[in-house]
């Protein structure tokens, strides 16, 4: 189902806001990261609606956003802003999570990262757009067939995925003291890339079997502990739909 609205997708290297060069987009961070590396928990995206006339202090925006959004205020032309929803994301090279959008609509935030160990250093992929919610073509029986195949694939590209990272951050760990040949490595990561290469590819399919559209599509490197404005989707008249990302670093002990 098509959301009502005026999408003008920003696809952007590290939260690159509306029109901006990309040298601009990277001193357009939000929060700084710790001196010391952090360990990553997990995710938490933010999505804002903001408005080029004034308002109220978005008094229920999270302090975090807040402040991503202050540091890019000169890149945004926005005066005023609105919570629409916040998503949890636990810790793994690929998640998914629904989150609500304008007018309460489902949307979905697909989202990978590979973290250097012991760095604090993410690279992220992220996309929102509106959600999978079946095929698109109502009682057609290849669409629909080949909508359970992909789910089925999905699902098992998911599983792998997430058992060849827990398997590369072990091997990366012993790698620093030498226990585990390079060539291993080199074999490991090159699984893991192509096993997220094919979820990409089957969740791409998926989408354009459902009709959903791609609202923010970009990737960035980010640290534990930064929250960042990963980018901006006009809705029509003065209003945009923003996302935030945060990297949430684990409580230390």
Known sequence: ?????????????????????????????????????AVLQGFNVVLVTGNTQSGPPPDDVPPA??????????FLPFKSYRLLDTAWMLNAASARSRIRGPEG?????????????????????FELSEASLGPAVS???????????????IASVQA??????????????LAGRKLVPE?????????????????EQLKAEQRKLSGSASIITTAFAM????????????????????ALLTAVPRARK
Request: glycine share 8%; proline share 4%.
């Open 105 to 125: 609509r489902d949307l979905e935030v697909n989202l990978t990262a590979e973290e250097t160990p012991g760095s604090g250093t993410l690279k992220v992929s």
């Open 183 to 199: 060539e291993t490595m080199r074999q490991l990561d090159a699984e893991l890339d192509a096993q997220l290469f094919t979820l």
């Open 160 to 173: 792998r995925t997430d058992a060849l990272t827990s398997q590369v951050n072990r091997a990366k760990a």
């Open 1 to 37: 189902m098509k959301l009502p609205f005026i999408w003008s997708a920003v696809v952007c290297a590290a939260a690159l806001p509306l029109g901006t060069s990309t040298a601009a987009a990277q001193s357009a961070r939000g929060t700084g990261p710790a001196q010391t590396p």
């Open 139 to 153: 009682g057609s029986t290849d669409v629909s067939l080949r909508w359970r195949e992909i789910t089925a694939e």
């Open 65 to 74: 956003a807040q402040r991503a959004l202050a540091d890019v205020k000169d």
């Open 223 to 242: 640290a534990v502990g930064e929250t960042v404005v990963v980018g901006t989707s006009r809705m029509g008249g003065d209003t945009a739909l923003i």
